[in-house]
């Protein structure tokens, strides 16, 4: 599978190279300039607005919207094998693989043969020893709105992350879903 995987990555790579962008009358052309051009756009989107930040005062949220000593706990406890297997096993497959190229997949299938290193890894993540930033390393991704996309905003990025990060904040998301409610107001989701 890994090497189907490079195959069509690297297939991708040669048809959807961007080789220039239309910005008004201007053409954009350059790896240096594509990429300057496509930060700058992406950090202005999503980047908080000048003049948007602000404190909230933490006595703003009342007793029944924070978490007790109880809830605590169980948000904090140890990761057990059986809640790692369950996210796991409940990840969509056939989704693109991240800069590894070994997808969820992989991990599925070979559980009874990985298990004790993934154990390991969430391990390490509890006992705040994990050195984070080698495993959300990321590859960005444009993939076009329409065909013949020839504006940044005709692009979508995505962002391809390795299955054991996804993983991670998989069984950290399954972990605070029962607070949800607690947390959230109904009025400020959808």
């Not at 409940?90 to 004790?116: L, T």
């Not at 993540?125 to 984070?132: C, T």
Request: aromatic share 10%; proline share 5%; charged share 25%.
């Amino acid at each position: 599978n890994t090497a189907y995987y490079q195959k069509i990555a690297n297939g991708n790579k040669r048809k959807n190279t961007i080789h220039s962008l239309n910005v008004g009358d201007a053409v954009i052309e350059g790896t240096e300039k594509l990429l300057e051009h496509a930060t700058d756009f992406y950090k202005s989107l999503f980047g908080p607005a000048q003049g948007n930040m602000f404190h909230l005062d933490p006595d703003i949220w009342g007793e029944e919207e924070k978490l007790d000593e109880l809830d605590n706990e169980i948000l904090n406890r140890p990761f057990t094998e059986e809640e790692v297997r369950k996210a796991l096993f409940s990840m969509k497959s056939n989704r693109a693989p991240g800069p590894d190229n070994i997808p969820a997949e992989f991990y599925q299938h070979c559980w009874d043969i990985v298990k004790e290193d993934i154990m390991k890894l969430f391990t390490v993540s509890h006992a705040g020893e994990l050195d984070v930033s080698r495993l959300n390393y990321g590859i960005i991704t444009l993939l076009p709105k329409i065909n013949g996309a020839n504006k940044i905003q005709q692009f979508r990025p995505i962002c391809l992350l390795r299955c054991p990060y996804k993983l991670i904040t998989k069984v950290l998301d399954n972990r605070v879903v029962p607070f949800a409610d607690k947390l959230f107001s109904r009025h400020q989701n959808a």
